[in-house]
């Protein structure tokens, strides 16, 4: 049974169509990204199938059930989420703020266990942020702000991880890191990773299946290998590309013909 099923699902902003038919399956242990030009519908995509938005047509199911009929707090231990923003309005700490994911398994004024202690620990530790976890959110950049957001979806400890440009913000090295650490999350631990990502080649390197989204519908999903061809990118992003493999792991590589250096 997969994790996550959206089926025939549709969703419009009043009059105006966004997704049309979407249909996926996640399944535990593997990543998945979603990728598309500017106002593809991705973004809705990833809202529809975290219960943010209600789909016009189809429906979402969460391990079998209608996620309609979830109660929140237990569709909350089955799925966090890494916003594209992370917005610091109040001046908690880093540590304060990271430890917000396990709000959902905790009792309004259940005292901290050890054992949650120590997952918040290594959640700062993974996502870079030790040495942060006295500051103030407030105080952070917005790339070190959305550390503080990873940090708290690994300590929610849910099955789904559905992410929101996650590397927004970040340098080169932290968004390899950062991806890494997802890909880690859903082979070791057996997680479903669900991932907007606007880096094709990141997205290439990172996940074992792409999901290419254009004006709301799927035009391709499969392998990296089998969606980022050079014919489905340009009639997808309207611009020609060369596609070579890497030449470590053999991941497709999308290079740019127009404006290129002669």
């Not at 970040?170 to 082979?187: H, K, N, V, Y």
Request: hydrophobic share 50%; charged share 20%.
């Amino acid at each position: 049974m997969p994790r996550l099923e959206l089926q025939d699902v549709s969703f419009a902003y009043g009059d105006r169509p966004v997704l049309q038919a979407v249909d996926l399956a996640l399944e535990a242990g593997t990543t998945t990204a979603i990728v598309g030009p500017n106002g593809a519908g991705k973004t809705t995509l990833l809202r529809v199938a975290g219960g943010l938005l209600a789909p016009t047509a189809g429906r979402v199911l969460l391990e079998g059930h209608d996620l309609a009929t979830v109660p929140r707090r237990a569709a909350a231990r089955r799925m966090a989420a890494v916003p594209a923003e992370e917005e610091a309005v109040f001046p908690y700490s880093v540590r304060e703020t990271v430890l917000l994911g396990r709000h959902p398994w905790r009792g309004a004024f259940s005292p901290l266990t050890e054992a949650e202690e120590g997952l918040v620990d290594e959640a700062l530790a993974r996502a870079d942020l030790t040495s942060f976890a006295e500051r103030a959110v407030t105080a952070l950049s917005s790339g070190e702000r959305q550390r503080v957001a990873i940090a708290r979806c690994l300590v929610q400890q849910a099955g789904i991880c559905l992410l929101d440009e996650p590397t927004s913000h970040l340098d080169l090295g932290q968004r390899i890191r950062m991806l890494a650490l997802f890909r880690e999350e859903a082979r070791v631990r057996g997680r479903a990773v669900l991932a907007v990502l606007h880096d094709l080649n990141l997205a290439s390197a990172f996940a074992d299946r792409i999901v290419l989204l254009v004006a709301g519908r799927v035009l391709a999903d499969g392998a990296p290998a089998a969606v980022l061809t050079a014919e489905t990118v340009e009639q997808a992003f309207g611009t020609p590309v060369q596609i070579v493999p890497h030449p470590e792991h053999g991941a497709p590589v999308v290079l740019p013909l127009q404006g290129a250096a002669s």
